[in-house]
């Protein structure tokens, strides 16, 4: 089965940067699109970003212009960086990734900014 790895969350202060990385792996069909969600405590899960597979990306307006989501289809990847996090952004954000018959979601990677 298809398997969504993310790496890169970890503690940062205010202003600081992370790089957010999902890799796939097994049973993959080629994803149409890709994305990161995020989940803070006691708040919904939301859309921070996505990215087709013909490149084009949405963002959140809280994250727009500080966050860049990119993709490599060769590799089956997303990456979100993200620069001049504020304390807001501290979440658990979730790998997603979508194909003609399935949506899979990753465990999660926890962000936290300290102010």
């Known amino acids: 089965q298809v398997q969504l790895v993310e790496s890169g969350g970890g503690l940062v202060q205010a202003g600081g940067s992370l790089r957010l990385s999902c890799a796939a792996s097994?049973?993959?069909?080629?994803?149409?699109?890709m994305g990161w969600y995020r989940q803070a405590p006691g708040k919904q899960r939301e859309l921070v970003a996505k990215?087709?597979?013909?490149?084009?990306?949405t963002y959140a307006d809280s994250v727009k212009g500080r966050f860049t989501i990119s993709g490599d289809n060769a590799k089956n990847t997303v990456y979100l960086q993200m620069n001049s996090l504020k304390p807001e952004d501290t979440a658990v954000y979730y790998c997603?990734?979508?194909?003609?018959?399935?949506?899979?979601w990753g465990q999660g990677t926890q962000v936290t900014v300290s102010s």
């Open positions: 097994g049973m993959i069909f080629s994803f149409n699109a």
């Open positions: 990215i087709t597979k013909g490149g084009t990306t």
């Open positions: 997603n990734a979508v194909n003609s018959f399935y949506a899979y």
